[in-house]
């Protein structure tokens, strides 16, 4: 498996304050969707600027992966000991702290450095 780039524990910690602000941006347009009805243009609006915030998340080189728009989480590709692993984060959670194998996927989450 591929990806754009793979994280340090580092440099994903310092992408997370970009990263945070376009999961609340995410998490904001999915609330307002849900009150909207199919077909609404408000609606159509906010399912474009998902797609752009999507988008955002791809090109900093990480993926969003909370498709039930509860808690906002997000996989950044890293290796740990040459094993392909996601370092993952929850928008609830104040830090980087955990991380899954690739094909365990969350709930495998495993604390970081241990």
Known sequence: MEFKRLFTQEEAERTLPLVRGIVGDILAAAGRMRS????????A?????LAEHFEELEEIGCFYKDWSFSVGLVDFPAEIDGEPVFLCWRSDEPELAYYHRIDEGYSGR?????
């Open 36 to 43: 909207l009805a199919e077909g609404d243009a408000d609606r």
């Open 110 to 114: 495993r604390r970081l450095g241990s």
């Open 45 to 49: 609006d906010l399912e474009s600027a």
